[in-house]
């Protein structure tokens, strides 16, 4: 054999080695680890402007997020900011003005999306429309469809494309907002099983787009354990329905906690600002929840390897919020967590514009009376007023009740005839209490009528009523009627009353943990003033008492 053909089969061999180790070293799997932090808030409910304490508002959020994103990007890792959703519906400033500066707000702050809330209906279609022009970011739903077309009225999902990573972000809300929300808004809107809705979005999802991450901002609410009582199904449910490894996240909203786990479907009763906060997980989802108000910003740090999402640190950062210890003297004290979040300089220009014109909405005349209303301390904690008797008649028809409940502690002060202002309203009702509801079957009715009918004059306690009439006998109510009829043992009833009476203040029986109670974000100021305006001139003398109460 030559030298020549010797060669070129060496040659030949060589080339070959080569191109095996080449091809070799292409199918190899290189391991890359890819960094994602998602920034989290929900239920913001109005709160753009912080609080007399100095605690939370956008400003100072802004000063966070800005500082978190610094940091992100110093450890190689990309950022997506997200709501739980409930922009809407708290705070007289931002409710004046359609919640205009907190979504315009969170465009500011970088928000790539939100989940729609069940008070993003508290108005007309036509405000929300207007709320989604203000944002240059998605409000997300995949489960509201209109029932005449089939078609979803709202984007149902994102994608982004964040440090090589595809991620998915579809919206889901409640069903409850069917039953909670105004009919006259959402009557040709269907809500369907958030279970069947995103699985089949994320079937499709798989098919069309390939996500590595899929994400669910939810309005729904995390119930440990899954319990959710008589609301719909929330966060938990949704994870342990879905098939394992579809959702990789639930960033939620609506029950308004933070979602700190004390282990396996048990929660953490005691977390307080500051505490280390594990979330939830069920079926291989994280669940996240960052409480409320943007009193804190979620913040949770994952590695992306190999197909494979790891939470590598999690954290629940107060915004300026403080904690409440009890001193030796027994009395309540605030202390802040950490150092004080300064105010961005810009935001709190911008927002400050919104507050000073919600200051001035106040002291316009929102309605005509005939009649002062009677809200003397005197009175109110003595006897039935006309006060006392509309305030639970405004609170009843805000929820659809039977009847309702209020305490004469709760009524600050009188209305005088004349022209009325927000202001006015404010007098009476300072605390911002919520107004809540509770669903009983009448002989829970006739309980808990004969209590509270029993608490003695001269107290916070006593209870003004509206649509329900009784005659109190050694501490038992009897000849009770409900909008006139006689009480149906048999039958359930609705009432309402606020927050503050149903978590047992006054004395109160302790209804927020009652299979039926419904708290809502309506604020009793804002309850009122709606009624007012909506039955403008109203005669102060069609609420009198006419012995609709008897004491014996």
Known sequence: MSLS??????????????SACSVFK?????????????????????????????????????????????????QGSEVLLLSGGDINTGIPESDMLHAEPDFKGMSLLGYDAMAIGNHEFDNPLSVLKKQQQWSNFPLLSANIFDKTTGERPFKAYKMFNKNGLKIAVIGLTTTDTAKIGNPEYISHLKFESPTLSSQKLINELKSTENPDIVIAVTHM????DGKHGINAPGDVTLARNLKQGSLDLIIGGHSQEPACMDGENKYDTDFQPG???????????????????????????????NGEL????????????????????????????????????????????????????LIQPIAQLKGDLDGERNHVRFHQTNLGRLIAAAQMKKVNADFGVISGGGIRNSINAGDVNYKNVLTVHPFKNRLTYVEMKGDEIKSFL??????PSDAGAYTQFYGVSLTLKQGIAENIKIQN????????????????NAAGGDGYPKLNKHPGYVPTNYIDAEVLKEFLIQNSPINANEYSPKGEIKYL
């Open 450 to 455: 004969s209590t509270v009918a029993s608490f």
């Open 221 to 224: 609410g995390h119930f440990t």
């Open 275 to 305: 505490d280390v906060c594990t979330p939830d997980q069920q079926n291989g989802t994280w669940i996240m929840q960052a409480h409320e108000w943007g009193k804190y910003v979620g913040k949770a740090e994952f590695e992306f390897t």
């Open 485 to 500: 009829k006689p009480l149906d043992l048999n039958r359930t009833y609705r009432f309402s009353l606020n927050s503050y």
């Open 5 to 18: 053909v010797i060669y070129k089969s060496i040659l030949i061999s060589s080339i070959l080695t080569i």
């Open 310 to 361: 790891v939470l590598v640190d999690y954290q629940l950062i107060p915004v300026n919020y403080k904690r409440t210890t009890i001193a030796a003297d027994g009395t309540k004290v605030k202390k802040l967590v950490g150092k004080k979040i300064e105010n961005d300089s810009e935001m709190y220009n911008f927002l400050s514009k919104f507050q000073n014109q919600g200051q001035a909405q």
């Open 26 to 74: 292409e199918q190899a799997p290189v391991s890359k680890t890819q960094k994602i932090t998602i920034l989290h808030t929900n239920d913001n409910h109005g709160r753009f402007w912080h609080n007399e304490d100095g605690e939370y508002g956008m400003a100072a959020r802004k000063t966070l997020l800005d500082r978190l994103r610094s940091e992100a990007k110093a």
